[in-house]
């Protein structure tokens, strides 16, 4: 259930931000700016101010989601007397904590996500949504156990700041030791999605 559900949020997400490209997440950003595109979305260059305006509206979203959130099961973070359990509703953690192989997760899940995503042809639009929305899905079932597959950075970093600063009854603690995985991670992952998205046709066609 909780796969499907982030599947149709990016489902959904994608059809609002179409206008900006869907750029819902930092690591495909960045994966678009090493593959070489000239635009983020009609009318938007890729450059350094752009990247970062991405960046923080990324961030923003994602913060302001959680925070929506925690509006709507306030009753329940109350009730829940287990902080490992209000920390999970807002960041990811993994199941075995050993940093060098839940890092190498989050790499291989974002490069899959961000590679198919470019390799459909960039901006979604038409069924690019739902192709999109499965492929999050079929991330989540298969790779999603080791580490609860961020694969975006702002997913996991906005909630665990809005996690910090929200008045949670019993919330403990944010992780923080933990934080920088699922952002190195699907940042390094998305730039190797990129990298090699915009390798694989020269490859082929140096081939043929």
Partial sequence: MVTWGWGIAVFAGVFVAAKSGAHLNPAVTLGLLLNGKAEYAPGVAIDFASTLTYFAGEMVGAFLGAVVCWLAYKQHFDD?????????????????????????????????????????????????????????????????????????????????????????????????????????????????GGLMARLVPIIVTAAS
């Avoid at 590679?115 to 949504?129: D, Y």
């Avoid at 739902?130 to 790779?143: F, K, P, R």
């Avoid at 906005?158 to 699907?186: C, E, M, N, Q, T």
Wanted: charged share 10%.
């Fill in 80 to 192: 829940e007397p287990e902080p490992a359990g209000k920390l999970g509703v807002f960041s990811t953690g993994p199941a075995i904590r050993s940093t060098p192989w839940n890092v190498i997760t989050e790499v291989i899940g974002t490069f899959v996500l961000v590679f198919v995503i470019l390799t459909l042809g960039g901006t979604p639009s038409g069924l690019g949504p739902l192709a999109v929305a499965l492929l999050v899905v079929g991330i989540g079932v298969s790779l999603g156990g080791p580490t609860g597959y961020a694969i975006n950075p702002a997913r996991d970093l906005g909630p665990r700041i809005a996690h910090f600063v929200l008045p949670i009854k019993g919330k403990g603690s944010s992780d923080w030791a933990y934080s920088w995985v699922p952002v190195v991670g699907p940042l390094v992952g998305g730039a190797l």
